[in-house]
């Protein structure tokens, strides 16, 4: 019930957070240039992968291990990681600006560098309220750094039309976030920071890292290399590519994953600590079902919807490069049916701590991605993006795979699921992929004609799991 009540208060705050980016988005890509809105991109991923090295899975050790007395030990690891990578950071800007071939790039980091400092406190003070599935805070925070953000942008868009007020107005509304989800937990904040200055208050963190050294690296590497394997067209593209392309591919990830990371987040904040919660017994049938749910229930929607950004996405982001973003929209909305899939569930091998699992998932699709990327770096942009998605999917069932053994379940389930889902959405899968967006009236002729069939034909032939997700919603 709590589980349920927690993913209703996040979904309908994500709602509105995802609406008022999108809008300014759809505001930025209309009056930005494409080069602005790669370089920035690559700025953003750049400086994740910095948190996400300098948090070093102390956020995940917390939920998993279901204790607060961790927290003091993660943060004060963190002041000092963070400031460290920072500073890495500062002394590559050159470098990086150069390989990403904008100098725009080496002015975001010399200014930004600090910005890791905050963005991994942010990652580490969520945990805690996450243990305490106090997922209403989080959701009123995060909600007031997107509010924040926008007011700010349109105050200093009409001061001036530069980009870099996007960049300040973004990263202030994520401080504002962190300073609402810091207050209630300030005075144990402030008390570890100052015994940092005490060499005798950090010893207990030596045991911590000779105990849990395993799990915490086993951890930090795959989110890592996870980041860079769904980024990769930008954080590898962009070695071979323009910025301007970059920035193509930015506008159709953002028009195809507002409406998937809206639920996948929704659902990775709230499972990964119902997850930690649940017996382990009864994980693998709870992995079974969201997965069934996911399939008959969201891939038809996920479809139409990128059908009809095939359609209509020249309204919302105008008519420069518009078919390349068509292509690419196709592509992503495939990868995303698989990719809602796995996202919530690839919490599961750090919830057995088991992270060993993910790390070699993740070393073997970005070796194969980055080969991949390599070998046919010559080629058409667009003909790499079909070649990262295609091989993409193909990692991604493999994760599903590695799931299901994790647990102990039959590979034959997984198989019959994905299956059935496959048959009953390839009607609209061929439309998404064949149809010619110029006839618009024809286009969505066929799309009401098959997404009844399919919706018919999963309700038929699955009246008995409808029911009972039906039965379990009523009584909820």
């Given at each position: 019930m709590k589980t349920i009540d927690s993913l209703k208060w996040v979904f309908s705050t994500t709602v509105l957070r995802r609406l008022l980016s999108f809008l300014l988005f759809i505001y930025i890509v209309r009056v930005f240039s494409r080069a602005e809105l790669g370089v920035y991109r690559e700025f953003a991923l750049i400086l994740s992968l910095a948190t996400l090295v300098s948090v070093f899975s102390f956020n995940i050790f917390i939920v998993v291990e279901r204790s607060k007395a961790y927290f003091k030990h993660g943060l004060q690891f963190i002041l000092f990681s963070s400031i460290i990578i920072s500073i890495v950071l500062l002394s590559l800007r050159a470098f990086l600006a150069e390989q990403y071939q904008h100098h725009d790039l080496y002015l975001y980091i010399l200014y930004g560098f600090w910005l890791v400092v905050p963005e991994t406190l942010k990652r580490l003070v969520k945990s805690m309220h996450e243990l305490d599935r106090n997922f209403k805070l989080l959701s009123i925070a995060e909600t007031v750094n997107v509010v924040f953000y926008c007011l700010l942008c349109l105050v200093l868009f009409a001061i001036d039309l530069k980009f870099y007020y996007f960049i300040i107005a973004f990263y202030l509304g994520n401080i504002v976030e962190l300073i609402i989800i810091s207050y209630p937990i300030r005075k144990e904040l402030l008390k570890t920071i100052l015994e940092c200055l005490k060499l005798k208050y950090l010893m207990p963190l030596k045991t911590i890292f000779k105990n849990n050294l395993s799990f915490l690296g086993l951890s930090t590497t795959p989110a890592v290399l996870n980041t860079f394997i769904a980024d990769a067209p930008i954080l590898i593209l962009g070695l071979f590519f323009l910025p301007s392309y970059i920035g193509n591919y930015f506008i159709a990830a953002q028009l195809v994953t507002v409406p998937i990371s809206l639920i996948t987040y929704s659902l990775m904040?709230?499972?990964?600590?119902?997850?930690?919660?649940?017996?382990?017994?009864?994980?693998?049938?709870?992995?079974?079902?969201?997965?069934?749910?996911?399939?008959?229930?969201?891939?038809?929607?996920?479809?139409?919807?990128?059908?009809?950004?095939?359609?209509?996405?020249?309204?919302?982001?105008?008519?420069?490069?518009?078919?390349?973003?068509?292509?690419?929209?196709?592509?992503?909305?495939?990868?995303?049916?698989?990719?809602?899939?796995?996202?919530?569930?690839?919490?599961?091998?750090?919830?057995?701590?088991?992270?060993?699992?993910?790390?070699?998932?993740?070393?073997?699709?970005?070796?194969?991605?980055?080969?991949?990327?390599?070998?046919?770096?010559?080629?058409?942009?667009?003909?790499?993006?079909?070649?990262?998605?295609?091989?993409?999917?193909?990692?991604?069932?493999?994760?599903?795979?590695?799931?299901?053994?994790?647990?102990?379940?039959?590979?034959?389930?997984?198989?019959?699921?994905?299956?059935?889902?496959?048959?009953?959405?390839?009607?609209?899968?061929?439309?998404?992929?064949?149809?010619?967006?110029?006839?618009?009236?024809?286009?969505?002729?066929?799309?009401?004609?098959?997404?009844?069939?399919?919706?018919?034909?999963?309700?038929?032939?699955?009246?008995?799991f409808f029911r009972v997700l039906f039965f379990r919603i009523s009584k909820r």
């Open positions: 904040q709230v499972l990964f600590p119902a997850f930690s919660l649940t017996e382990r017994e009864q994980l693998p049938q709870k992995v079974n079902d969201y997965i069934r749910h996911v399939i008959f229930v969201m891939w038809i929607p996920i479809l139409v919807f990128g059908i009809l950004l095939k359609y209509f996405s020249y309204l919302i982001v105008g008519s420069q490069d518009i078919v390349l973003i068509y292509s690419i929209v196709v592509v992503l909305t495939l990868r995303s049916l698989f990719a809602l899939i796995v996202n919530p569930i690839s919490t599961i091998p750090n919830v057995l701590k088991k992270p060993q699992y993910e790390l070699f998932w993740s070393i073997s699709s970005i070796t194969c991605i980055c080969l991949m990327m390599y070998l046919f770096r010559n080629v058409a942009f667009v003909r790499m993006i079909y070649l990262f998605t295609g091989l993409s999917i193909v990692s991604l069932v493999f994760y599903i795979i590695m799931i299901y053994k994790l647990i102990g379940l039959p590979l034959i389930n997984m198989w019959m699921i994905l299956g059935k889902g496959i048959i009953y959405c390839l009607p609209l899968m061929l439309l998404l992929i064949f149809s010619d967006n110029t006839d618009v009236l024809f286009g969505m002729i066929w799309l009401v004609i098959i997404t009844t069939i399919s919706v018919y034909g999963i309700y038929k032939m699955e009246m008995g």
